[in-house]
């Protein structure tokens, strides 16, 4: 979710000189590589597919395209080849998907992620059995542990079926709806914003809607219900759509909301 925050100061500094370039391309190139020292395949989905939307979205998408792939060919060189070749376990995940989610898990067998699908199943079957309430925040990996006859549970891995779980379909409705929101608001907030030439908040606007949309694709992946970064994007996200609506063009300062926001209290 932060990465597109690295990428927007790398190209808001470029004009700086040269030292602010190399500060802010190692920053945003070590943010990327640190993602790949997780060996993340929901990592890298959450950052792949949103990043391609993040530089569709730009008012010059060629060269936005070819400063990413500079900072990929950095990154390259250094992360690990486990991520690699967790990479090229999608393509043959399938097959996996469908044992998992029909048969259940074998504690026997190595782990391949694919597991993750039959603890889905579990919180959907609770989710079923507890749509209005659920079973309470915080309470899933102990109904795990209880079903399935074991000493200790585990998270859902994935945020939608551990809400559904926990907080029941009506949860998981409001939940959703929240986020949904979030990103439709900041996606208007960037069509106006790149109506009127106001660099400044398109540039914003389109950060907080990527950094939505990856919190969503990384959230099918794992649980991340209580991400602290998430309400802090809807909060940016309501102050800008606001800031959008009074037609500022020049600073962020000419907004009432935003002014309230940096402030100095003497």
Request: hydrophobic share 45%.
């Amino acid at each position: 979710m932060a990465l597109p925050l690295f990428y927007r100061a790398l190209i808001v500094k470029w004009n700086n000189g040269w030292f602010a370039r190399l500060s802010y391309g190692l920053a945003t190139a070590g943010a990327l590589l640190t993602l790949t020292m997780t060996s993340s395949r929901g990592g890298f989905l959450a950052t792949a597919i949103p990043g391609i939307i993040f530089l569709a979205m730009d008012r010059k998408p060629g060269k936005a395209a070819l400063a990413s792939l500079a900072l990929a060919c950095v990154v390259a060189f250094y992360m690990p080849g486990t991520f690699l070749r967790k990479i090229e376990s999608l393509a043959g995940m399938s097959d996996k998907v469908t044992t998992s989610w029909n048969n259940g898990t074998d504690e026997d067998q190595e782990y391949t992620g694919a597991e993750r699908v039959y603890y889905w199943k579990v919180a959907k079957q609770i989710m079923e059995e507890h749509p209005f309430t659920g079973i309470g925040w915080g309470n899933f990996a102990d109904e795990f542990a209880r079903r399935e006859g074991l000493s200790e549970g585990i998270v859902a891995h994935s945020t939608w079926f551990q809400v559904g779980a926990e907080a029941g379909m009506t949860g998981l409705a409001a939940f959703s709806a929240m986020i949904a929101g979030a990103i439709g608001y900041s996606f208007m907030a960037w069509r106006r914003f790149r109506r009127t030439g106001d660099t400044w908040g398109e540039m914003h606007s389109r950060v907080l809607l990527t950094g939505l949309l990856a919190y969503c694709v990384g959230g099918t992946f794992i649980s991340r219900e209580y991400s602290e970064l998430l309400f802090l994007y809807i909060a940016m996200t309501a102050v800008i759509a606001e800031q959008s609506l009074l037609g500022a063009t020049t600073s962020p300062a000419t907004s009432p909301a935003l002014n309230c926001l940096v402030r100095n209290p003497q």
